[in-house]
């Protein structure tokens, strides 16, 4: 009988205080990020060709890559998985699709090599990890999630990062995998310019971008962001662009998570991405306001190209660019996805 009134005690008391604490945290979250909101933002690089130059074969090439990119980020939020988790798996998706500048596509450096950037931030814990300069990591972005997991550092660069990716049971490839005869023959064909001694390539040819990024908002509120790239063709070998610099070229914290894309240098003399977070916090610039502000007030002001994506934590997107493209693409738990290229 006593073991039975202990019982029903604790009953009572589950029923009346932890239930409801559980669901009104659950309704806090709910509403923390309006109703299990989600939003998944990805870009495939500013720059490219202006409108009408590209074959729509090839636009559909990109388009279709990017749905698949948004598909794959989408199942893992819906499902209630976490922005981080998006983040990195739909970077590997786009390191491993030749189209873009970054994993197998990316452009090479002056010596023909493919030296990779990458990194990621967890708007949740402010935690960070980057590697830059990397030969043989197949997926560089995950890589950087493993710099930020495991190790007490933020970057890991050039062969220490590569034998680190070893260790831990990386993926890894042989420096060739990456080469793509496109990306040779756009190599070969600068290298012949500059050993004829033609005009130097035009920003345009050296920039060629395809950088990849993506910026995701979860059911928890919880905000990541992630960028991966092969950095700016005919660099000079040991570059290293914006893309792995936390607040450069990647952002989130709880307000927004920001991926950035475009020449790398201005990127990172005006700390991009953190100022889009810096605009909000201390000017109250809403999102869209920042973000433009940052690539063109800051940026193309001073002959800096390129655009950024980013989302703040009511779900609220911005993507400006001042090239003539970006590749870019939108879905949330409100609204279909969304692909555009110019
Ligand atoms: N920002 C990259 C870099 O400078 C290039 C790009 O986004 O296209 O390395």
Redesign the pocket.
């Known amino acids: 009988m006593k073991h039975m009134r202990i019982i029903l005690l604790f009953a009572f008391i589950f029923v009346c205080g932890w239930l409801p604490a559980q669901v009104s945290q659950d309704a806090a979250n709910q509403s923390a990020s309006g109703s299990r909101h989600w939003v998944l933002v990805v870009h495939g ?3 490219g060709p202006a409108k009408g130059n590209m074959k729509p074969e090839r636009e559909k090439q990109y388009t279709d890559s990017i749905s698949r990119a948004l598909g794959i980020g989408s199942g893992i939020l819906a499902s209630g998985g976490s922005s981080l988790d998006a983040v990195e798996a739909v970077i590997r998706f786009m390191e491993d699709c030749p189209l873009f ?1 970054a994993g197998k596509g990316a452009v090479l450096d002056e010596d023909g090599k493919a030296e990779l ?1 990458a990194s990621i931030m967890d708007g949740k814990t402010g935690k960070a990890g980057a590697v830059g300069g990397v030969t043989i990591i197949k997926n560089p972005i995950t890589a950087a999630r493993a710099v930020m997991d495991k190790t007490d550092h933020v970057m890991l660069i050039g062969p220490g990062a590569d034998a680190f990716a070893r260790t831990h049971g990386l993926e890894i490839a042989d420096p060739s995998y990456f080469i793509t005869p496109e990306r040779y023959e756009a190599w070969k064909a600068a290298k012949q310019k500059t050993r004829t001694e033609q005009p130097a390539p035009s920003s345009e040819e050296k ?1 060629k ?3 990849v990024g993506c910026v995701a908002l979860d059911v928890n509120g919880n905000l990541a962001a992630g960028t991966s ?1 092969g ?2 063709m005919m660099k000079m070998s040991g570059r290293v ?3 792995p610099i936390i607040g450069a ?1 990647t952002w989130a914290d709880k307000n927004c998570a920001v991926s ?6 201005f ?1 990172i003399r005006n700390c991009a991405a953190y100022n889009v977070a810096v605009q909000m916090l201390y000017a109250g610039k809403p999102l869209a306001e920042a973000a433009h502000f940052v690539i063109f007030d800051l940026l193309k002001a001073k002959g800096g190209e ?1 655009g950024l994506i980013a989302v703040d934590k009511d779900g609220n997107i911005a993507m400006p660019f001042s090239s003539n493209a970006m590749f870019r693409g939108t879905v949330s738990a409100r609204a279909l996805p969304l692909v555009s290229i110019y």
């Open positions: 690089g500013a720059g500048n950037d920039e971008k395809g950088t790239t950095g700016m662009g914006d893309s070229g950035c894309t475009g020449h790398g240098e990127f390129g």
